[in-house]
């Protein structure tokens, strides 16, 4: 367990397919040892006969004994207790690493011991050609704003006042930071990845891989897509993580650090 590099934690909801295939991006991975853990959140546990028939000793596969009721922190939190890698990973399980994104992500945190997570860019792919260059545009622009970005508070503010540079697949963290900083709230029902990674970039610093990480996967149902068109656990969500920094920075510096961000993504 000692020599497991990084551990990919990827939660499942009946998607057997393209979890195999999310499965299939981490374990080909060069240069890097991981291991896999599967987080079935089903009442079912779909994922299970799937994934025992890769017979790959570097895949776990663990049930929830309770659905988490659409709580990804919980299954994410999980997931990390189970882990014996020095960093993590959560894959969601329509998303497939890139070719070399573990290495990547990893040496960008071993030249950069201070830092206590790294991120890269995105590249969505899917079939629906409108939807997929809505998507296309919107990480372009993410890219964009993250070349920029110039210190922890700037990262800190983004996060959690304007639309989402990064994704959960995306980003690596040191597995004792992760710890350190609490893992995901379990009381911020979506976007919990926003707080999650604004406040380990705050505390540890963070570095930026300005090239693609990981494909994300569009037009396939998902809890975020669940959300267009009805947005109050949205709105609910953006609510506490704001309260969240306005009481650990103080509110007149997050009133300021808001403007300042909302300047930042024009």
Known sequence: MSKIDVSVVIPTFHRERE????????????????EVIVMDDSAE????VPIEALGDPRVRYFKRPVPSGGRPALVRNDGAR?????????????DQLQDGALRTLMHALEVNPAAGMAFGAVEPFGADASDLRHNQEYFSKAR????RLRGVREMGAVLVFCPAILI??????????????????ADIPVCE?????SRIAQQTGYV???RPVVRYRTGAPSLMHSLVGNDER???SYRRIQQKYRAANGALPALLMKAWARLLVR
Do not use: K, T
Not at 45 to 48: E, T
Not at 170 to 184: P, Q
Not at 193 to 197: N, S, Y
């Open 82 to 94: 189970h882990a014996h890698g020095h960093y993590l990973v959560f894959l969601d399980d329509d």
């Open 208 to 210: 930026f891989i300005d």
């Open 45 to 48: 546990g779909s994922g299970r």
């Open 193 to 197: 990845d926003a707080d999650l990674w």
């Open 234 to 236: 949205l709105r609910d």
């Open 144 to 147: 964009r704003i993250a070349r």
């Open 19 to 34: 979890l195999l295939e999310a499965v299939g991006s981490v374990l080909a991975q060069p240069g890097v040892s991981v």
């Open 168 to 185: 959960n697949s995306a980003c690596m963290a040191r597995r004792a930071v992760f710890a350190g900083a609490g893992g995901f709230d």
